[in-house]
């Protein structure tokens, strides 16, 4: 039985969510899959209700499953950061899910804004290190207030962490079995300490893979080969900030923010399933929001768990209804109502 925890979230969060597991519904029957959903109001309205973002002993509880699906947060009412620190980042960190997973693929029928490229060109993976760098919080303010202010914000980077996800980088690229190539982006010409650990530990990695060959980019050129010659890549595996800012470009370059997914993973432990979009306040309660990157993340849930049979359904389901032009437009507000492309996935399966 397949114990999963569900967190709908907060503005077009549980739309979404809603539909991903509409998905996991439609699959289940016919793979003879067994699961059973908790649902949690962890979110903006919750914090606005009690003041409390996760209650004491959240995390525990949240260990005893075999995954966690993340709907979206972020709420007009709440100040920034406090849901983000709170409940993701918190859970992120609690939960060790060291791996930021992101998928780049294009599927046929979406529009990309690179000319000349498809969805042969257009299939890479970025390995995001999740748990170290600039979101850890170290830093501070001295003269606060004053024209003599500093602010520090300090980047930490552990050779336990360096090491374990560039390892699950090159193991991501063995199993991939395509180019096999794993580049490594940083910025190690001007960060000098932190990045030059990297380098080094990279190194260290790739010499103990003969079949996987090892590459280098910094940051501003993995943009720039992004966009002109994405299909360089296979594996991309970089720091907590580069992986977050590079990601949003790859999800342009795959259609959009809609059809965006990711996983926050910890091979040994539980992970969480999220699209990469925010809450979009704008449109909740509307059924216009795009809820196919939830999809997606349901679909990488599953491939997650072992329900492989599932997991390749659901991608064909979504592969299948996107080649057939069914949803010509992914802009949220503009696509199909968020229920309707939920049914046509679900029905796909």
Partial sequence: MLKIAVIPGDGIGPEVAREGLKVLAAVA????????????????????????????????????????????????????????KGLLLAIRFGLDQYV??????????????????GPEDIDFVVVRENT????????????????????????????????????YAFELARARAKARKVTVCDKSNVLTYGHDLWQRVFREVASQYPDVTPDH???????????????????IVTTNMF???????????????????SGNINPEGVSMFEPIHGSAPKYAGQ???NPLAAISAMQMLLEYVGAKEASARVEKAISDTLAAGKIPDLSAGRCPPTSEIGDMIAGAV
């Fill in 132 to 167: 170290e760098d600039m979101y850890i919080g170290t830093g501070g303010f001295m003269h606060y207030g004053t024209e003599d202010e500093v602010a520090t914000q300090v980047a930490s980077y552990s050779y336990k962490g360096t090491k374990r996800i560039i390892r």
């Fill in 243 to 261: 992986g977050d800012i590079i990601t949003d470009l790859g999800a342009m370059i795959q259609g959009g923010l809609g059809v965006a997914a």
């Fill in 100 to 117: 930021n997973l992101r998928p780049i693929k294009l599927y046929p029928g979406v529009w990309t804004p690179i000319k000349g490229k």
């Fill in 29 to 84: 029957a016919p793979t003879g899959l067994k699961y059973d959903v908790t649902h949690y109001d962890f979110g903006g309205d919750r914090y606005l209700r009690t003041g409390e973002v996760l209650p004491a002993g959240a995390l525990d509880e949240l260990r005893q499953f075999d995954a966690i699906y993340l709907g979206a947060v972020g709420h007009p009412d709440v100040k920034a950061g406090i849901l983000e």
């Fill in 287 to 289: 059924n216009k929001a």
């Fill in 217 to 235: 980019a910094y940051v501003d050129a993995t943009c720039m080969w992004m966009v002109k010659n994405p299909e360089w890549f296979d594996v």
